[in-house]
């Protein structure tokens, strides 16, 4: 399906400003699932990536990486460890690796201004049905202060989240990996799309919207390239059996409920599948 993806080109909006990241020359892309706190699967993949990390791949997290799991700040200091070791290597720049936001990332960025929502305590219980109560609970919140905060107004809200966001920022780097997070990365060549969780294929990519971390049910259509680009890569589709066709891939292994976390290199240019880990 040839679709327009009509988005500004990234050179020419400040970081804060891009929705979207470029993968610039790359010949192999390195593509983590959804991690959801599981530290020592993450670990293992990280120690498998580092040895077969070579000139011209680029590195790209499909998103949840908090969430249900029962190690969120570790998983969160693994990312940013491997980041440091792999920029540290000659002719590789920290746009090289990049940070999807997931659903989990898009509810604690929500969660940590509950205080503007119409309906903060139903949102709080919807969260929390969710799988973001590990996360509060990793950044020091209660729960059940979150309720009774609810129930007290804005004010208290305001509180309750203003500790949450102090504990996070007190966490060197947290902060700053939560504000780097784009929507969706693709090569500069338009070949590989990457996404969390799914998108539509009858909108152009800058019109996606929510679908982008929670799905789409027309995911299940994509069976013609999207936009142009061989393959759209997603990292989170749970309950889902297998992809529409050889234009999607899906690498989410369960990890967080019992499965493993899943990591794939694909070549930049065809999209086929070099190798897969699994931990």
Same mark, same amino acid.
């Given at each position: 399906?040839?679709?327009?993806?009509?988005?500004?080109?990234?050179?020419?909006?400040?970081?804060?400003?891009?929705?979207?990241?470029?993968?610039?020359?790359?010949?192999?892309?390195?593509?983590?699932?959804?991690?959801?706190?599981?530290?020592?699967?993450?670990?293992?993949?990280?120690?498998?990536?580092?040895?077969?990390?070579?000139?011209?791949?680029?590195?790209?997290?499909?998103?949840?990486?908090?969430?249900?799991?029962?190690?969120?700040?570790?998983?969160?200091?693994?990312?940013?460890?491997?980041?440091?070791?792999?920029?540290?290597?000659?002719?590789?720049?920290?746009?090289?690796?990049?940070?999807?936001?997931?659903?989990?990332?898009?509810?604690?960025?929500?969660?940590?201004?509950?205080?503007?929502?119409?309906?903060?305590?139903?949102?709080?219980?919807?969260?929390?049905?969710?799988?973001?109560?590990?996360?509060?609970?990793?950044?020091?919140?209660?729960?059940?202060?979150?309720?009774?905060?609810?129930?007290?107004?804005?004010?208290?809200?305001?509180?309750?989240?203003?500790?949450?966001?102090?504990?996070?920022?007190?966490?060197?780097?947290?902060?700053?990996?939560?504000?780097?997070?784009?929507?969706?990365?693709?090569?500069?060549?338009?070949?590989?799309?990457?996404?969390?969780?799914?998108?539509?294929?009858?909108? =152009? +990519?800058?019109?996606? #919207?929510?679908?982008?971390?929670? @799905?789409? &049910?027309?995911?299940?259509? %994509?069976? *013609?390239?999207? /936009?142009?680009?061989?393959?759209?890569?997603?990292?989170?589709?749970?309950?889902?059996?297998?992809?529409?066709?050889?234009? =999607? +891939?899906?690498?989410? #292994?369960?990890?967080?409920?019992? @499965?493993? &976390?899943?990591?794939?290199? %694909?070549? *930049?240019?065809? /999209?086929?599948?070099?190798?897969?880990?699994?931990?």
């Amino acid at each position: 399906m040839q679709q327009s993806r009509r988005v500004a080109p990234q050179s020419t909006a400040s970081p804060a400003e891009n929705k979207f990241s470029v993968l610039r020359r790359a010949t192999r892309v390195w593509a983590v699932a959804a991690i959801h706190g599981e530290v020592e699967r993450l670990a293992a993949i990280h120690d498998a990536l580092e040895a077969r990390f070579a000139e011209g791949d680029r590195i790209v997290y499909l998103g949840n990486y908090v969430g249900h799991g029962a190690a969120i700040t570790a998983t969160v200091d693994e990312l940013l460890r491997l980041r440091r070791e792999i920029i540290a290597r000659p002719r590789v720049f920290s746009s090289d690796i990049v940070y999807l936001r997931g659903s989990q990332e898009e509810m604690w960025h929500k969660l940590l201004q509950l205080q503007f929502a119409v309906n903060p305590g139903e949102v709080l219980e919807w969260m929390l049905g969710q799988g973001v109560e590990a996360t509060i609970r990793a950044y020091g919140g209660d729960p059940a202060r979150g309720r009774g905060a609810m129930r007290e107004g804005a004010v208290a809200i305001g509180r309750w989240t203003g500790a949450l966001r102090q504990a996070m920022t007190a966490q060197p780097g947290h902060r700053e990996l939560m504000s780097a997070l784009r929507r969706a990365a693709y090569t500069d060549e338009e070949r590989l799309l990457f996404v969390h969780a799914g998108l539509d294929p009858r909108r =152009a +990519l800058d019109e996606q #919207g929510d679908a982008l971390w929670w @799905g789409h &049910l027309a995911w299940s259509k %994509l069976k *013609a390239p999207y /936009g142009g680009f061989r393959c759209v890569v997603r990292g989170y589709g749970p309950g889902e059996d297998g992809d529409p066709g050889p234009h =999607a +891939l899906t690498l989410d #292994g369960g990890c967080g409920f019992g @499965g493993p &976390l899943v990591a794939a290199c %694909l070549d *930049a240019a065809t /999209g086929q599948v070099i190798e897969r880990l699994e931990a």
